[in-house]
């Protein structure tokens, strides 16, 4: 007797398959047939789990119960949500895919959870991936991390600040060397590329590297510390590994790749055992896919393929592309045990200005990197000042002092001026434990 859906795909629970080679997607699905009051959603998620794994819309002989048993999806989790109205099913779906289909690769990897299922669901989104030990096994996840930077910093706490260097394009290497050094004297902490940054008929990578090293060790003869350097190596895979080498010959202490070269390539980077410097990761191009896959799913790719720190949205910046809760999530997954590997650094970025410190912190914590470009370079009273504004702005906070008053001390006037310029946020509350703000608790003032 035939089953309207296969038993093989559906007649499975997460706590029935072998978790160390399996690997779990979790998606959202929101699926609507105007005018169809008899929707079987099954059949949409049996088509969803074959099309990652063995099969295609029409049976064929050789998809076998064997093959099926062996290397096709599993339905481990069905859990139904309220719908808009009778012709819409909505769901919370996970399918488990047997590694063995495709062992140590990156790419294939990603067309079984992140393949053609957007083709059969209109609002499906990839929620979560669990990575199985199995898999993991092939990754040693990021080289230097949380504990790494800061050793190599000689900054053990606090949060750690980059200047964005802008332009995007156009200045020459000696300007962008110039730029460098006024924001290192300031106290900035790092520095890098923007992610457009490349080679043009002004400047190249070579030259930019050179200028922008020198004039890091000029500041170091003057603070004492040297900053780190995250030069942009984006290129053609062919090329891309080459253009790491020569980076760390000519002295580089950083390579900053935008994620559109691809998971795999970025890989083939942070696993060279050659490659010994810290690596981030600029993740524009992931903007393209964040209807359909969540950001924290990105995170967690990331730092199983060995990248150091990455950007995070965050939901006061000047692009708040993701929900509050989703942007906060990425620093959890990118810090939380997972497999052994380091924390990576969240970078909770986009238009960020010194003001905005004391809620960055209390959402991220301390183990954070503040990148900002204009929010740096744009301070009415030059670079050097829009370095300072931020470390005074971080010091505040680790002060436990409110920023305001911070800023009020003669000796944090470039603070001050920056306030006085982009102003300051103060989080709101939402007071859950209480029905209605009458019930709220009020402050006792002591005399």
Same mark, same amino acid.
């Given at each position: ?56 819309? =029409? ?44 062992? %140590?690769n990156v790419p294939m990897m990603l067309l079984s959870i992140a393949g053609n299922c957007f083709a ?80 043009? +008929?002004? %400047?190249?990578? *070579? ?10 060790? *000029? ?22 590994? &080459? ?9 580089? %202490? ?16 942070? =696993? ?30 990331? *730092?199983?393929?060995?990248? &150091? ?27 939380? @045990?997972?497999?052994?590997? *380091? ?10 200005? @010194? ?7 209390? =959402?991220y914590g301390k183990d954070i990197l503040i990148p900002s470009g204009g929010g740096m370079l744009g ?26 008053? +911070? ?16 102003? +300051? ?11 209605? @703000? ?10």
């Open positions: 007797m035939e089953r309207v859906h296969d038993p093989i795909i559906f007649e499975n629970v997460m706590d029935g398959i072998n978790l160390a080679d399996h690997i779990v997607a979790t998606y959202y699905m929101n699926d609507r047939l105007e005018g169809e009051k008899f929707i079987d959603h099954f059949k949409l998620i049996e088509s969803m789990a074959i099309e990652g794994s063995t099969g295609t819309w =029409e049976k064929v002989a050789e998809d076998s119960e064997e093959v099926r048993r062996m290397l096709s999806g599993k339905v481990v989790g069905y859990y139904e949500l309220p719908a808009a109205d009778q012709f819409t099913k909505c769901a919370v779906v996970q399918i488990a895919f047997p590694i063995n289909a495709w062992e %140590n059969y669901s209109k609002d499906l989104r990839l929620l979560d991936v669990f990575l199985p030990a199995d898999l993991v096994k092939n990754f040693s996840g990021p080289k230097f991390g949380v504990p790494g930077i800061r050793e190599l910093l000689q900054v053990p706490e606090r949060p750690i600040s980059l200047h964005i260097i802008k332009p995007k394009m156009g200045m020459t290497p000696q300007e962008t060397g110039q730029q460098v050094y006024q924001t290192a004297i300031g106290g900035a902490d790092m520095c890098k590329d923007d992610e457009m940054t490349s080679d043009t +008929y002004n %400047n190249n990578f *070579r030259d930019r590297l050179k200028a922008v090293m020198e004039n890091i060790d *000029r500041a170091a003869e003057k603070t004492g510390k040297k900053m780190i350097y995250l030069c942009s190596i984006t290129d053609e895979v062919s090329r891309m590994k &080459d253009k790491a080498h020569e980076a760390i010959e000519l002295g580089a %202490n950083g390579l900053l790749i935008a994620y559109s070269v691809g998971l795999s390539a970025i890989r083939q980077i942070t =696993e060279d055992p050659a490659i010994t410097i810290p690596v981030m990761v600029h993740n524009s191009h992931m903007i393209a896919s964040m209807k359909t896959i969540s950001w924290p799913v990105f995170t967690k790719l990331l *730092r199983l393929c060995g990248v &150091d720190t990455t950007l995070t949205p965050t939901f006061w910046s000047s692009i708040p592309m993701v929900s509050l809760e989703e942007g906060i999530r990425c620093q959890h997954v990118a810090q939380a @045990p997972f497999h052994g590997f *380091r924390k990576m650094w969240s970078m909770p970025a986009a238009g960020t200005y @010194p003001g905005l410190a004391p809620v960055l912190m209390a =959402e301070h009415p009273d030059g670079y050097t000042a829009g370095a300072q504004a931020w470390q005074q702005a971080i010091a505040s906070v680790m002060e436990g002092i409110p920023i305001v008053e +911070y800023a009020r001390r003669q000796e944090n006037n470039p603070l001050r001026r920056a306030l006085e310029k982009w102003g +300051y946020l103060e989080r709101p509350v939402t007071p859950w434990l209480r029905v209605a @703000p009458q019930f709220h608790p009020r402050k006792f003032q002591f005399e």
